[in-house]
Each structure stands twice: as C-alpha cells, then as structure tokens.
C-alpha cells in the first residue's frame, strides 16, 4: 500500500489551492443555478456542505442496492416499474444536492480545497453507480461491446475531464455535458422507463440491423461522450502547452487505460469469462478507476506531480495478468483477491488522506466553521 504522508510543502500548497471551473451547461445555466441560488436561501447556516455532498453519495448507493435486488448483474433482466422510478427520481436529487453544496459553502463561507476533493471524490463513486444503472435502464445485454459501453463511456469521459483540470487548471464543462444534461438524461430515461416499460429500448434502431436496439444506441452515444472527452484534453494541451506534452499525458495515463481496456479484450478474447462473471471484471476496473480518479483530485488541490505508485503498478499487473490465466476457477479467485485488496487499500487511503489534510488545514468535515465569507 501507497501510504507515506504527503510532504509539508505539497499541503502548503493546498492552503494556496483555487477551484477554477467553468460552466458553459444549457440547463445549468438558465435553469438549475438560479432555481437552486433561491432554494439554498432556505437551509440552515448551521447545515455542513460536506454533509450535503455526503447525502448526494447516498442517494445513489440507495439506487444501487435495490437495482442489486432486481436482478442484480442481468442486463438483459428487464427492471421492476418502481425500481425505474427510483434510479430517475434518485439521479435527479444526487444532480440537485451536488450543485447546491458548493452554494451552500460559499453562502456560509466554508469553501475549502479538501470541499473539493471531496465533492469530486463522491462524483467518481457516483460515476461508476450510474453506469451500473444506466447499463440496467438501457438492457444492453450481457455478451457484447455494449455490455460494457456505459462504464466505458462514463469512466473515460469523467477521467479525461479530471486529468484536464490537472493539466490545464481549469475544468470546463460545455454547453451540453454529462454532469448536468447527462444526469438530467438519467432522471428522465429511468422515470420513462417507470411509466412506459422497457420494451422500446429493446427494439432495433434499424429493422435491417436487429442487434442495434435503442438501448445499445444510447450506450454507443455514451461511449462518443467518453472518446470526445479524450479528444478534447488532447487538443487543449495541444493548444495551450505544445503537442510534444501529450506524450506526457499518454505516460501520466498509463494506469488507466488498463482499467478501460482489459474489460474490451475479456468480452471479445475470453468471453465465456465475461458473461458467466463479468461483474467480477468490471469491479476490478471500476476499483482501479476510482483509485486513479481519486488520487488525480488529490495532486489536483495540493499541486503534486504524478510519479510511480505501487497500488497502481501492482492492480494493473495482476488485472493484465489475469488475461493469459485459461483455467476458469483460479481467473476468478485472483480477480476476487485483486477487488477485496484493492477495496481494502482505497478505504485505508481516503481515511488516511482525509484525516491528513483536514489536521493541516484545521477544518472539520460536517462542521460548519463561524465566520463570514470574506
């Protein structure tokens, strides 16, 4: 395990930490800001933002476990009209309370960089739940690419707008974006769902090409989202800093293309794997991209360099490894040993760096400090 503490001077360098951002978002914009700038006028001072991005986490979570008890990692299995509901309506409260917590700091004058870690550190979880119920929602089936294509699509795209705003120090979010168009997508897909059925995502977009269901189409569309996302980081670091930088984008990179690729090379190389335990698969990855993800929002805040990473080298070994082993019983065991290590690990990290940079910035997390915002 990774654990050394952080150096002084990289958490002196979080106490200088600015969150730029910018929000060119449609919806978000004319709609959600303005609406929320009234409703945040209504909480308690006294109610932490931490907390509210906390309850955001939770909702998703809520979505998860009963979509686990419908059929678990089917995704073929057509989901009861309530569990619809719930994946919209929940989608719709986690997209509305992960907007107002950053409101509500600024409002009680408790904006802080760890705020921010911690907001986006929620999202990379919200992230791979999303996928996993969006991939419930659509029926994308359970033994081809697009079995695959929403955890690729998302995971790619909120990774590539992560290394960005490492990169480039700003994170930009266009006109129509995952984070507001996308999530607003979700709520209205899973409450559609709850009053139509799920029949239509079933039905082929083309009558002379069966395999391509609207389900599928969707999928496809999320994995353009995720490819362009990658395309743009390159073209702004191109613009911005040199093309010869993006080779050290490529390398800085490494230890997230495997979490996106191995799962590719299992559904088309060993597929009888993929679809008797493709959960156990796409786990290792989304464990690995969360790390990763993770640990790019903490040099993000505290301006630290990317460098070798032992958690990283060691799960990418053993989840390319994994690929070359034929015998069905020991592929399993390994994949398992690589998850329950690597879960244990991530937990052991986020308390660890929670607890570090919240003694060096003086703050506590679900209390609001008094004072006013200067």
Known sequence: ???????????????????????????????????????????????????????????????????????????????????CYVIGLTQLLYQLLDNIDGKQARRTGNSTPFGMVMDHGCDIFTNIFTAYNMSRLLLVGNDDFFSYSVFLGLML?????????????EMYFPPINGADEGNFAVFLIGVGCGIFGQEWLTKPVLSDYPWLTYGKAIGGFIVLGGVSAWFNLYLHTCKKKGCTENIKNFFDNMSFYSCIFVPVIYI??????????????????????????????????????????????????????????????????????????QFSELVVFIYFRANEITEHLGIKIFVVEEHEQV
């Open 1 to 83: 395990m990774c654990m050394d503490p952080l150096p002084n001077e990289t958490l002196e360098n979080m106490v200088q930490f600015k969150y730029h951002y910018q929000n060119d978002s449609i919806l978000y914009r004319n709609c959600m800001s303005p609406c929320l700038d009234k409703v945040v006028t209504f909480l308690p001072k006294t109610l932490a933002p931490n907390l509210i991005t906390f309850f955001s986490l939770l909702c998703n979570i809520i979505a998860v476990l009963i979509s686990l008890s419908d059929g678990g990692f089917d995704f073929s299995h057509p989901l009861k009209s309530s569990t």
């Open 157 to 169: 795209g909120f990774y590539m707008m992560t290394y960005e705003d490492y990169k480039l120090g």
């Open 268 to 341: 088309y190389n060993k597929s009888v794997f993929y679809q008797n335990s493709k959960w156990i698969v796409l786990i290792n990855s989304c464990l690995i991209f969360a790390r990763v993800t993770l640990d790019t929002q903490i040099k993000i805040a505290t301006m630290d360099s990317f460098r070798c990473n032992f958690m990283f080298f060691f799960a990418n070994i053993v989840f390319i490894s994994s690929l070359f082993i034929d015998n069905f019983v020991f592929n399993f065991y390994l994949l398992g040993f690589s998850a329950i290590f």
